[in-house]
């Protein structure tokens, strides 16, 4: 069982930075990949990064990629996605999720926190 929330979301002008972070709780947190995604009003849940247990691996959408980066450290069990040169399309409700296996699809993830919004605006 793995418990997760995410915090670190907000307001920021177009070109500016945020870094998001995922809690987890639970014995066997390290054993998990963790993804995060996000959900603009009236849209699908989209994926944006996720990184494996190890941390070794990470993987980005491609409208995030060299924008985004994906951390963890397992020590303090928390996951952290730093955001530079934000964009207005980034705007959306985003969630960080946990699942044994890497996976860039939002179904295939069982644990999910309750979300952080992030508004960008330009």
């Known amino acids: 069982q793995v418990q997760l929330v995410e915090s670190g979301g907000g307001l920021v002008q177009a070109g500016g930075s945020l870094r998001l972070s995922c809690a987890a709780s639970?014995?066997?947190?390290?054993?998990?990949?963790v993804g995060w995604f996000r959900q603009a009003p009236g849209k699908d849940r989209d994926f944006v990064s996720a990184i494996t247990s190890s941390g070794i691996v990470p993987i980005y959408a491609d409208s995030v990629k060299g924008r985004f980066t994906i951390s963890r450290d397992n020590a303090k069990k928390t996951i952290y996605l730093q955001m530079n040169s934000l964009k207005p399309e980034d705007t959306g409700v985003y969630y960080c999720?946990?699942?044994?296996?890497?996976?860039?699809?939002?179904?295939?993830?069982?644990?999910w926190g309750q979300g952080t919004q992030v508004t960008v605006s330009s």
């Open positions: 639970g014995p066997t947190f390290s054993n998990y990949a």
């Open positions: 999720a946990a699942r044994r296996g890497l996976s860039t699809t939002s179904s295939a993830y069982r644990y």
